[in-house]
């Protein structure tokens, strides 16, 4: 189990270990602009976070207590979340995966996506929300 939670802390360390690296020769721009046009690797990448933050929290058991309140209180809702998690990041993945095969392909369903879906009835949903500021 400690082997999951430290291959999660490498990962970390690596991708923020490497943004130094990127700013300082001065391919920053570039990098940034590459992912907005192509953003499979940065897809596939969030997908693998979320997914391994969900497994962690499906299988780690916090504290070590045994017991059915601890279970019933503690341990199925971080489960539950944990199975949320992973839900959500394994369609991440394969939307990266498929952008990196089918850029042309994944270009028009995001076209399309934004087409049927009514941006400005969201907008208009958190305006209303967060009401006007004075």
Request: charged fraction near 15%; aromatic fraction near 10%; hydrophobic fraction near 50%.
């Amino acid at each position: 189990m400690r082997r999951l939670l430290y291959l999660a802390v490498l990962v970390v360390v690596l991708g923020l270990a490497g943004c130094p690296y990127v700013s300082t020769d001065g391919v920053w721009h570039s990098t940034l602009n590459y992912l907005t046009r192509r953003p499979g690797p940065a897809l596939i990448g969030g997908g693998l976070l979320v997914v391994g933050t969900g497994l962690l929290l499906m299988i780690i058991n916090l504290h070590g207590r045994r017991g059915l309140a601890w279970m019933l209180l503690v341990r199925i809702p971080w489960s539950l979340l944990g199975f949320i998690l992973v839900v959500v990041g394994l369609p991440l993945i394969g939307l990266g995966v498929w952008e990196l095969i089918e850029p042309l392909a994944f270009d028009r369903f995001i076209g399309d996506l934004q087409q049927r879906f009514d941006w400005r009835a969201l907008e208009r949903w958190w305006r209303g929300l967060t009401g006007p500021r004075r």
